[in-house]
């Protein structure tokens, strides 16, 4: 039985969906009406807060608003996503961190904030692999002597990581089930303490981020082996990536983005990527960023959402084939 709204019933559907439209995009032309705070999960000078200063000032101006980062460090970063969920959720606070705080530290670390509901990305800033770095003493100079050093010594050999149930803890974990290793993983809080004993020959290996050990590989410190980026890095031209040398399970990357909440406003969370995609654009930043280990990318929202599940189902099934438990 078909039923007849009535032109009077029509014309009022109409133009209600008609003011939902004006409504949308009034918000996002009102949008920003006051200052904004970008949060840096991370310490004062270390990535996160470099990253969220390279793009502020720049994202200000293209937004017509003024706009300052806060860097929050803490708790696997849950303070800084504590900050933004704190925050009206209207776009005004932002947050600058690593795709790790959803694909890696839920499986790493008992959080009482729900990492990948909290979080909306907007748009990926930069990436980049991390590399294998030895001790300069180490007996090995390539990963084959690497490989078969290890498969020499059971039992004896240790690797580094930045933290637990990270990427650098994971691909060491990697390495293991592809090369048939018995290394044994050795965790830190944070790539300074873990580099300087590398550095010291405390611990002969670490994966690290290619943008912290490019100055300590330069100056003599240590020795790098191999990164897992898709391809060779420009800051280390001379190190082959993984893939290259036959191990493409290990190649893997970490990026920073900018992030929101899933309910800021849809308009909202499209203006400031459209801003945002275009100071990327801009060559002073993108060479900024290279220096820092980062390519730019321009994936779509769709394809990070896509790349954080299958990360984090990656780095879970890995965790999960050792026993590790979050702490």
């Not at 979080?119 to 990926?124: A, D, F, G, M, T």
Request: hydrophobic share 45%; net charge positive.
């Amino acid at each position: 039985m078909k039923t007849s709204l009535g032109p009077n019933v029509t014309r009022r559907i109409l133009l209600c969906a008609a003011l939902g439209v004006i409504g949308v995009s009034a918000n996002a032309q009102a949008f920003p009406s006051k200052p904004m705070r970008v949060i840096a999960a991370g310490v004062s000078g270390g990535g996160a807060d470099i990253v969220a200063r390279l793009i502020t000032d720049p994202l200000a101006k293209e937004l017509g608003q003024t706009a300052i980062v806060e860097p929050k460090p803490g708790a696997a970063g849950a303070i800084a996503v504590n900050d933004l969920l704190q925050s009206p959720h209207d776009g005004h606070t932002l947050l600058v961190g690593v795709n790790s705080l959803v694909s890696e530290i839920p499986h790493a670390v008992k959080l009482k904030i729900d990492m990948p509901k909290s979080l909306q990305p907007i748009v990926e800033l930069g990436r980049g692999g991390l590399v294998l770095v030895a001790n300069p003493s180490f007996p090995a100079n390539n990963l084959k002597e690497l490989i078969a050093y290890v498969k020499a010594n059971p039992g004896k050999v240790s690797y580094a990581s930045y933290s637990p149930g990270t990427l650098s803890h994971v691909l060491g974990l990697v390495l293991n089930n592809e090369a048939g290793l018995d290394l044994t993983h050795i965790g830190y809080k944070g790539s300074t303490p873990a580099l300087t004993d590398v550095m010291g020959n405390h611990v002969p290996l670490m994966f690290v981020g290619v943008a912290d050990a490019t100055p300590l590989i330069k100056g003599g410190k240590i020795k790098a082996i191999a990164v897992s980026a898709p391809k060779r890095s420009p800051l280390l031209p001379g190190v082959p990536t993984f893939t290259e040398l036959g191990y493409p399970k290990l190649e893997a990357q970490g990026w920073f983005a900018l992030w929101c909440t899933p309910d800021t406003p849809a308009a909202v969370q499209a203006r400031v990527r459209e801003a945002t995609l275009k100071v990327l654009a801009q060559q002073a930043v993108r060479d900024r960023l290279l220096e820092l280990g980062y390519e730019v990318s321009s994936r779509s929202v769709d394809e990070m959402v896509a790349g954080l599940k299958l990360e984090s189902d990656r780095v879970g099934a890995t965790l999960q084939s050792i026993g590790f438990k979050p702490e």
